[in-house]
């Protein structure tokens, strides 16, 4: 087959280029044009066409085909599509072009689809990054958008890389995936650190550069210093002078300077080549990167311009969004976070850490998150002393080094998640970082002097208050995100999940649309959720099969509609619609509440003869098995004229889905009604469900999480809810679209009960 060499140029398979003319030769444009298929092989050296010889030509090149031909005033330009990567053999060399053999050679498919689509989002982020300060870069920024995959990203950020011959050829051969893009993040990586050094901004890294990039970094940085101080020539300064003026200049407390300088006497006693140079060089590191003074400047507050902010990133959540700004305008009042710190709890996607960001943005301050999930450790929050090896900072002051000013706003993720083991109590030291009595002057292990803390909103995270000390949710005030109604998914979706979606994707708006029914299938069948976690996947899922079908099938507008999901997105989730219809004596449907939120939970019960035994299964905790008891006591008692002989039978109760550990008093009426239903070999109204404490005077007690528990059921199907009297109040807080949908009623007595899930009259 043809071959068309191409010199220093990145070429992948499975992107449309656009080549001029000139960049091939004439002659090979016309046995192109007449050819349509042929292969693209890199070449080592820039040569002539007619002096090359088989050693000039590396091994790998793709197939490539012309899609078409445009001829503009006289000038030819061909949109080429290039195919699979191909490995070359027996080049052979004609008179007027040259002609090789090739097989098909894939890259190894060895990270998901999802790994990929993240890369290509980090690979768009950094290519914006090249791109945001030169002239007509939000056009660029708009092709940047559009790129759909990463071999069409790379293909056209390849001419800027900064990449020779050899490496980018490495990245064409590359046997898979994953080191394919690991070559292309490093010569992206190595622009951003060119471009910087040029231009001398000095970048807030990431994490994973800080490490990977540190001599980039402190390069840069004895570059931006000594521009700043404008005293010294280049290189005049050695590391340990270098140090002393980061100290200087760094606008540390007194006492913190102090340690500073102490640290630096020993680095220079110890000399390059000591033991502890390194763990002295990096705590000086640390102590200077500190914003020990800067503030993010903000441009006075404004309540307007902050409800506007929070209302343009967040779809509802009137009253969180109302607590949020009176606790701003407080803030901005003060000049400090006074009184409680809010800590947002609810179930997984219902925007608890989306709105600690919301916050920052309607406060024009930076934003930081730790997660606490798992932290056992005191010293991950308070840092290890520095005596100890491989000593770190503690992950409050590594999170205001990366906020790099000492204001930020800081949400502390998952703080139900504490966990306090062998050493220490991580909670006891978060205590002191929230305290506005002592965090003015917070001491990490590490810094070993005090740091002040009392500028940084704090925002706390939890998926329930349950795991939270005490001491510390005392100084919490709780707000509850207890879900979205299905109305309020389908606007989020709309106004949100979806146009990110797309973006993300690299579709246009243009080229797709879900329809009105479409979208609350998806919402009704294929998620099961009280936030919108799973609601974003499925959209993000649409958008990714409608970009394939796109490069598929060529440009056009994709609809979908209802009829499309199945094949799209699979089988709906699981529904109970199909037990809940069921009429079976003996089986229940309670509402319980969990971490995820809400879920529907069906009690069974079964009899058979034996000696008065009463067996529980279904990982149950140990109140829940005492409801269970009283249940039976009351089912007795309920007997008692008939003199039915309890004694000579078995009763078996089980809960399904034993996976999940159950717990709590709330199915306390679900019991009674499963067991009275059973002995009465009467089934449960249709699509019933129930929740409640009993008493063993069969009085009917208040629950918990109510509004979780409803739109369960709502969400599952039910139609009609007994709930404690006790909890009538609570309904307020439940949003009208679920009251509508659901028969809600409010039960004081087991009577009740039976009455309305049995029609019996007890
Ligand atoms: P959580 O921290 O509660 O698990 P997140 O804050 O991570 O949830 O939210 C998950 C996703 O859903 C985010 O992309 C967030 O922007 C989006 N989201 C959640 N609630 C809303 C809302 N009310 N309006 C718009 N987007 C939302």
């Known amino acids: 087959m043809l071959v068309v060499p191409v010199y220093d140029t990145l070429i992948l398979s499975d992107v449309r280029i656009h080549v001029d003319e000139e960049v091939f030769a004439l002659a090979e444009v016309k046995n192109i044009k007449e050819e349509t298929s042929f292969l693209i092989v890199p070449i080592r050296e820039n040569k002539d066409q007619n002096s090359l010889t088989s050693e000039d030509f590396y091994d790998f090149g793709v197939l490539a085909e012309v899609a078409d031909v445009i001829k503009l005033e006289g000038h030819t330009t061909l949109n080429v599509d290039t195919k699979e990567r191909v490995r070359i053999s027996n080049l052979s060399f004609e008179k007027d072009h040259i002609e090789a053999e090739y097989e098909v050679s894939n890259v190894i498919e060895d990270i998901t689809k999802e790994e990929q689509k ?10 914006q990054d090249i791109f945001k300060d030169v002239p007509g870069g939000a056009i660029v920024n708009s092709y940047i958008r559009r790129w759909r995959t990463i071999n069409e990203a790379a293909t056209q950020l390849g001419g800027y890389l900064a990449l020779d011959p050899e490496e980018r050829f490495a990245i064409l051969a590359a ?10 993040l490093g010569g992206i990586k190595e622009l951003l650190e060119i471009r910087d ?36 020539e280049n290189g005049e300064l050695d590391e340990e002078q270098l140090l002393a003026l980061r100290i200087k200049k760094a606008g540390m407390t007194e006492e ?27 705590y000086l590191d640390f102590m200077t990167s500190l914003a020990w003074k800067d503030s993010k400047k903000t441009t006075g507050f404004n309540i307007k311009r902050a409800r506007r902010t929070l209302d343009r990133g967040h779809y509802g959540l009137d009253k969180v969004k109302k607590r949020v700004l009176e606790q701003i305008a407080v803030n901005s009042i003060k000049g400090k976070q006074d009184g409680s710190i809010l800590l947002f709890v609810g179930a997984p996607g219902t925007g608890k850490t989306s709105m600690g960001q919301g916050i920052a943005d309607a406060m024009g301050r930076k934003y930081v998150r730790i997660s606490l999930g798992g932290i056992r450790d005191e010293a991950e929050i308070r840092g290890h002393r520095r005596t100890y090896v491989g000593a770190m900072p503690g992950r409050i002051m590594e999170a205001m080094r990366r906020a790099g000013v000492n204001n930020p706003v800081m949400v502390l993720d998952e703080v139900d998640k504490l966990t306090s083991e062998a050493h220490g109590d991580p909670a006891s030291a978060l205590l ?32 329930t208050t349950d795991g939270i000390p005490k001491p510390l949710l005392d100084r919490m005030e709780v707000i509850n995100l207890s879900g979205y109604t299905p109305s309020e998914k389908y606007q989020i979706a709309r106004r949100h999940l979806l146009p990110k979606a797309i973006e993300q994707t690299g579709l246009k708006k243009e080229q797709i649309s879900i329809d009105t029914k479409a979208l609350r299938a998806i919402i009704a069948d294929y998620t099961m959720e009280a936030g919108v976690r799973g609601l974003r996947r499925q959209l993000d899922k649409i958008c990714r099969d409608t970009a394939v079908k796109l490069l598929e099938e060529g440009d056009h507008k994709t609809v979908i509609t209802q009829e499309n999901l199945r094949e ?65 006591t009351l089912v007795k008692a309920a007997y008692q004229k008939e003199k039915k002989d309890f004694d000579k039978i078995d009763l078996h109760i089980h809960v ?89 009623i409010p039960v004081g007595q087991i009577s009740e009960v039976a009455r309305e899930s049995l029609g019996i009259e007890i």
């Open 118 to 127: 993240f890369f290509l989002k980090r690979f768009k982020e950094y290519a």
């Open 175 to 184: 046997k898979s995936i994953s080191e394919r893009y690991t070559l292309l």
């Open 568 to 632: 799209i997105l699979g089988k709906k989730v699981a529904h109970h619609d199909e037990a809940l219809k069921k009429l079976v004596a003996g089986v229940a449907t309670g509402l319980a509440w969990t971490q995820a939120g809400g879920d529907i939970l069906f009690i069974e019960a079964v009899v058979t003869k034996g000696s008065g035994k009463l067996q529980i299964t279904g990982q149950l905790g140990d109140v829940m098995k005492e409801s269970a008891e009283i249940a039976y």
């Open 432 to 463: 002191e970082v929230l305290d506005p009595e002592q965090n003015f002057a917070f001491t990490d292990h590490y810094m070993n002097v005090p740091y002040d803390l009392s500028k940084v909103f704090f925002v706390c995270t939890a998926n």
């Open 256 to 282: 913190a300077e102090k340690e500073s300088n102490r640290a630096l006497r020993r680095l220079k006693m110890e000399g390059m080549t000591g033991h502890e140079y390194g763990a002295l060089y990096d």
């Open 656 to 744: 399904p889905e034993g996976a999940t550990p159950k717990d709590g008093p709330s199915a306390g009426v679900t019991l009674f009604t499963a067991l009275f239903s059973l002995f009465l070999k009467k089934p449960v109204k249709r699509k019933l469900a129930m929740t409640g404490e009993i008493s063993l005077r069969g009085e009917v007690l208040p629950i918990g999480g109510l509004p979780e528990k409803l739109m369960a059921a709502q969400r599952a199907g039910v139609k009609t809810v007994l709930i404690p009297k006790g909890n009538e109040e609570d309904l307020e807080e439940i949003p009208d679209e679920i009251k509508k949908k659901l028969t809600i």
């Open 197 to 232: 050094i040029n231009t001398g901004i000095r970048e807030k890294m990431t994490e994973e550069q800080q490490t990977s990039y540190k001599t980039a970094a402190i390069r840069r940085q004895i570059r931006y210093l000594e521009e700043e101080l404008n005293e010294l």
